[in-house]
């Protein structure tokens, strides 16, 4: 049996990481104006799970994110992409790394208005110079219901259909994790169920692994797992987490913070 950092036992699951931090730190500027904006975070992101971030905001979430995804360096720590560490890798090995490896998944789609839906969900590809796995390709069009809208531009689509192109974009290379900072924000509560639905597809259908941060317990509860952060660091975690025990648990951090 293995023991999580938290202690909670996880025999029953998977244990290959799809990425993990090991006493990550991010500490942003210098003497007074000083942000330690994670303190020595470790956790692991195992393959094909579905893992919820929460926390208050400034609690280190979009930093978490982008430093396991390569997108904004480490001050202490290690953070690690399958076997790859990249704390060792410089900028071209990184950039390369983070085109094969990672999707990225953010708040506002991201997505190019000149392009159709199909354009967008290649253009990674086309530019690594990489050829898309059609096969794959079409599953994962399948996977999140945009088989006939291929062809229609970001601007002929809805809020909830765009974010469902930037899934795509970041399913179609095979990444071994997708990060997704907030991405139902910008939806309405249909839309974001859609988005989540088709997340949570992609996992259990595709193998996927997702990494989300949310600020809703409901977007959480699709989760296979809730890592809650505050003050930059891990200080709980929940496994297949429902509304209202999301809910429960976030109520008694709030009670927490207000006695102290
Ligand atoms: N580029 C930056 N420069 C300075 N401070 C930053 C920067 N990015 C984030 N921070 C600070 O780090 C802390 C964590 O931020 P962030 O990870 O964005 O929190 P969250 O996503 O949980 O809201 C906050 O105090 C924030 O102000
Ligand atoms: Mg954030």
Same mark, same amino acid.
């Given at each position: 049996m293995t023991?999580?950092?938290s202690g909670v036992e996880t025999a029953a699951r998977s244990t290959t990481a +799809?990425? =993990? +931090?090991?006493?990550? #730190?991010?500490?942003y500027g210098q003497g007074e104006t000083q942000v330690v904006a994670l303190d020595s975070v470790s956790v692991e992101f195992r393959q094909a799970e579905f893992t919820a971030i929460m926390g208050p905001s400034g609690s280190g979430k979009s930093t978490l994110m982008h430093c396991m995804a390569g997108l904004d360096s480490v001050s202490h720590g290690s953070a690690?992409?399958?076997?790859?560490?990249?704390?060792?890798?410089?900028?071209?090995?990184l950039t390369q790394l983070r085109r094969d490896k990672i999707?990225?998944?953010?708040?506002?789609?991201?997505?190019? /208005?000149?392009?159709?839906?199909?354009?967008?969900?290649?253009? /990674?590809? &086309?530019?690594?110079? =990489?050829?898309?796995? *059609?096969?794959?390709?079409? *599953?994962v069009v399948e996977t999140v219901g945009l088989a006939g809208r291929l062809k229609h531009r970001p601007s002929q689509l809805s809020g909830g259909q765009q *974010?469902?192109?930037?899934v795509a974009r970041a399913l179609a290379g095979k990444p071994e994790i997708i990060f997704a900072d907030e991405p139902t924000g910008n939806l309405d509560s249909r839309s974001g169920a859609e988005v989540l639905g088709f997340l949570r597809n992609s996992v259990r259908e595709l193998g996927q692994t997702v990494v989300m941060v949310t600020h809703d317990p409901v977007a959480a509860a699709y989760a296979d797992r809730v890592v809650f952060l505050a003050d930059g660091q891990i200080v &709980?975690?929940?496994? !297949? /987490?429902? !509304?209202? #025990?999301?809910?429960?648990?976030?109520?008694?951090? &709030? !009670?927490?913070? =207000?006695? #102290?």
């Amino acid at each position: 049996m293995t023991t999580t950092t938290s202690g909670v036992e996880t025999a029953a699951r998977s244990t290959t990481a +799809a990425a =993990r +931090a090991t006493d990550l #730190s991010k500490v942003y500027g210098q003497g007074e104006t000083q942000v330690v904006a994670l303190d020595s975070v470790s956790v692991e992101f195992r393959q094909a799970e579905f893992t919820a971030i929460m926390g208050p905001s400034g609690s280190g979430k979009s930093t978490l994110m982008h430093c396991m995804a390569g997108l904004d360096s480490v001050s202490h720590g290690s953070a690690r992409i399958g076997d790859v560490e990249l704390t060792a890798l410089k900028d071209k090995k990184l950039t390369q790394l983070r085109r094969d490896k990672i999707g990225f998944i953010f708040q506002a789609f991201n997505l190019l /208005p000149t392009l159709n839906a199909l354009e967008n969900i290649t253009l /990674p590809m &086309d530019i690594a110079g =990489r050829k898309a796995d *059609q096969k794959w390709l079409d *599953q994962v069009v399948e996977t999140v219901g945009l088989a006939g809208r291929l062809k229609h531009r970001p601007s002929q689509l809805s809020g909830g259909q765009q *974010q469902r192109v930037a899934v795509a974009r970041a399913l179609a290379g095979k990444p071994e994790i997708i990060f997704a900072d907030e991405p139902t924000g910008n939806l309405d509560s249909r839309s974001g169920a859609e988005v989540l639905g088709f997340l949570r597809n992609s996992v259990r259908e595709l193998g996927q692994t997702v990494v989300m941060v949310t600020h809703d317990p409901v977007a959480a509860a699709y989760a296979d797992r809730v890592v809650f952060l505050a003050d930059g660091q891990i200080v &709980d975690e929940l496994l !297949a /987490p429902t !509304a209202d #025990s999301v809910l429960d648990r976030m109520k008694r951090f &709030d !009670a927490k913070g =207000r006695t #102290s």
